[in-house]
């Protein structure tokens, strides 16, 4: 070959790499967003350089077993049931959430949202449900002849809804794998790369079906949550997260009924003491033989809403509205905007562990209260704050950030000692 020659064939050997080059420079980057993106709401929840903005589900730092790896979100193994959970510090309520992943041979891991923290709480997956993530083919042989269930297998809503596997688009281990939830408003649905694999509508009477007749029986708080931090989980198999990003949807407001004037159908007795319907159409609450603390509890949780509703004490009278709390039996975990006998402070606000009282009424508003008659209470109950009114008038109006931190269910009380009946009516709600 001549030297001309050589020199043009180098020329265009060069060319030709600076130009790869340039093609591989132009693809997309992981653990970044796009103008578009940026443009459309999404944020990314790994900045594929530091564990930022992550921490141990329950606690207020990062102790592992979780690492960066190449541009990864990296599991190490060493979790288990018990331990090995990390958690955004951040809450979510409505989103649609994206991330790849991959997988160690015969590998399980999974990625939970919803997720409520509280010390009576171990485990996160208590309360969250999970979108399963593991090696469907091998994890039989990996796991001493253990055969998964249907239910346990990967694009799952775990323990729950199953997808048609025939259908099911699933990359092998140790290759990258796209999985999306979109959370909108009680609708969801899982893909798994780019195709459905489970769609479903959260708190229905199927969902409550599934939930209360299979593995989630014993965990009466389990999917309940319409806001929480989204958990990752080292399930004691090495596991890699990278491009995970979120676009938050907006929340929709619903009106409805809580009480339907008939039967108690949508709540939950806790406890011996007495709830009915009378003949008049009104819910009655009333101490039983026990003389026990009682609570009477919404299937589903509410967060943000505005309630009203109407009360008659007819005997005592030491009663309460319950909101965003949870009960154990008769164990109450929230905050009660009470209703007592005149001078009780009725329309004020009580913790039940804690703190006690937050805020009591003015002595001047206790007239406000009619004993023997019908009273009409609203609560309105956004983020941090919240603000109670009684038959027209303002009785609190209060900032706090550990309730605006709570969730769970509005639930009615009879107070213990005996001898309370109280009637409720007209109670309804308008989420926010």
């Excluded at 990278?242 to 929340?251: D, Y």
């Excluded at 007495?274 to 026990?290: I, K």
Aim: proline share 3%; aromatic share 12%.
């Amino acid at each position: 070959m001549s030297y001309s020659k050589m020199k043009k064939t180098l020329f265009w050997l060069g060319a030709a790499a600076v130009a790869g080059l340039a093609i591989v420079s132009c693809g997309p980057k992981n653990n970044a967003l796009t103008s578009a993106e940026k443009a459309e709401g999404w944020q990314l929840l790994f900045d594929g350089k530091t564990l930022d903005g992550w921490r141990d589900y329950n606690g207020d730092t990062l102790s592992g077993p979780w690492t960066v790896e190449n541009g990864t979100i990296a599991a190490t193994g060493k979790g288990d049931d018990a331990n090995g959970y990390i958690v955004t510090d951040k809450s979510f309520e409505n989103f649609d959430l994206k991330w790849e992943w991959k997988i160690s041979k015969g590998g399980n891991s999974g990625m939970l949202y919803h997720v409520v923290e509280r010390p009576d709480f171990k485990v996160p997956y208590v309360t969250g449900p999970e979108y399963q993530l593991i090696d469907d083919e091998n994890f039989t042989e990996m796991n001493d002849g253990y055969v998964l269930e249907p239910w346990q297998r990967c694009g799952v809503d775990y323990a729950m809804y199953v997808p048609d596997f025939e259908t099911r688009d699933l990359k092998p281990a140790g290759e990258w794998n796209q999985s999306e939830i979109i959370f909108d408003n009680g609708h969801v649905t899982y893909l798994l790369n780019g195709k459905v694999t489970v769609e479903f509508d959260a708190w229905t009477a199927d969902w409550f079906a599934r939930k209360n007749s299979g593995k989630w029986a014993d965990a009466p708080e389990y999917g309940l949550a319409r806001r929480g931090v989204i958990c990752l989980q080292d399930h004691g198999y090495p596991a890699w997260f990278r491009n995970v990003k979120i676009k938050e949807l907006p929340t929709k407001s619903v009106e409805e009924d809580l009480f339907n004037g008939k039967d108690l159908t949508g709540w939950i007795n806790y406890g011996t003491e007495l709830w009915y319907v009378d003949e008049d159409g009104y819910l009655v609450c009333e101490s039983g033989p026990d003389k026990g603390y009682g609570y009477f509890g919404t299937e589903k949780y509410y967060n943000n809403f505005d309630l009203s509703l109407e009360f008659k004490q007819e005997a005592n009278g030491n009663s309460g509205v319950f909101i965003r709390s949870t009960v154990q039996g008769t164990t109450v975990r929230g905050w009660q905007v009470e209703v007592a006998p005149k001078n009780c402070d009725t329309g004020g606000i009580y913790e039940s562990y804690g703190r006690g009282w937050l805020i009591q009424i003015p002595d001047e508003k206790e007239n406000i209260l009619k004993e023997g008659e019908w009273n009409q209470m609203r609560i309105l109950c956004e983020g941090n704050r919240v603000q109670t009114w009684l038959n027209g008038e303002q009785m609190v109006d209060i900032e706090d950030e550990k309730i605006g931190a709570g969730n769970g269910r509005i639930a009615l009380q009879i107070h213990d000692g005996g001898g309370i009946k109280v009637r409720w009516r007209n109670l309804h709600i308008k989420t926010l």
